[in-house]
């Protein structure tokens, strides 16, 4: 779903596995996968678990945009 929608708005991604980051997922509070983290400003605004659809995506994008 991420990659369909990373092809509909130009915005930056990345992705990784926690199990080999513990502390990174420790120093954000996420609690579990997968998690869809936004940043603005280099601070999180909005943390997402449940992606539901790829429209679903595209609008918590383009509100966070």
Same mark, same amino acid.
Do not use: D, W
């Given at each position: 779903?991420? =990659?369909? @929608?990373?092809?509909?708005? =130009?915005?930056?991604? *990345?992705?990784?596995?926690?199990? !080999?980051? #513990?502390?990174? &997922?420790?120093? /954000? &509070?996420? =609690?579990?996968? #997968?998690?869809?983290? !936004? /940043?603005?400003? *280099?601070?999180?605004? =909005? @943390?997402v678990? &449940? !992606?539901?659809?790829? #429209? ?10």
């Amino acid at each position: 779903m991420l =990659e369909i @929608t990373e092809q509909m708005v =130009e915005v930056r991604m *990345g992705k990784m596995n926690l199990n !080999f980051y #513990p502390e990174l &997922a420790k120093s /954000f &509070a996420i =609690e579990s996968v #997968p998690c869809l983290l !936004f /940043f603005k400003n *280099g601070e999180v605004v =909005e @943390t997402v678990y &449940a !992606f539901h659809s790829v #429209p679903y995506l595209y609008e918590k994008i383009k509100k966070i945009l």
